[in-house]
């Protein structure tokens, strides 16, 4: 019984391997566009979640002492996702200074620099987010 099952896992081992074999050969350019969708996704993923807390530190101000930490907190959290993603840290190497400048000494952290980072960030994003669509047309 256990040899009989033995082989028909084998059988179907070798059927997968097969199909995979053939959709590596003939299926390359599908498979590659559906990746390249995953990616794509995902990453269109991240720059909303960076747009989403970009609009928080909007409400926030730094100037506030409450609101202050609040928006420590959040540059924290970007600075963590720019630095986690090789294409925003890539992309994002000038500001991510600024903004880890910021995150190491607080008390130059103030309404106006905050203002200027969010809106260089901002740009940034939609800098990368037009050459990923010119990519995308060029394919």
């Known amino acids: 019984m256990i040899t009989l099952l033995n082989i ?4 179907f081992t070798i059927g997968a391997s097969g199909i995979a074999i ?4 003939f299926k390359q350019k599908p498979i590659k566009s559906i990746f390249r969708l995953l990616v794509s996704f995902s990453f269109q993923i991240t720059q909303q979640e960076l747009k989403d807390k970009l609009e928080l530190l909007n409400d926030l101000n730094a100037n506030d002492e409450e609101q202050k930490k609040e928006v420590i907190n959040i540059f924290n959290d970007v600075e963590g996702q720019l630095r986690g993603n090789g294409i925003l840290l890539q992309n994002c190497k000038e500001i991510l200074k600024k903004i880890t400048r910021l995150n190491n000494n607080t ?8 203002r200027s980072v969010i809106s260089e960030l901002r740009e940034n ?3 990368i987010e ?3 669509f010119e990519e995308i047309y060029k394919r």
């Not at 028909?8 to 059988?11: E, K, R």
């Not at 008390?107 to 905050?114: S, V, Y």
């Open 8 to 11: 028909i896992t084998s059988i």
């Open 22 to 25: 053939y959709l590596f050969l």
């Open 130 to 132: 037009i050459k990923s």
């Open 125 to 127: 994003l939609r800098n």
């Open 107 to 114: 008390d130059e952290l103030n309404e106006p620099k905050k």
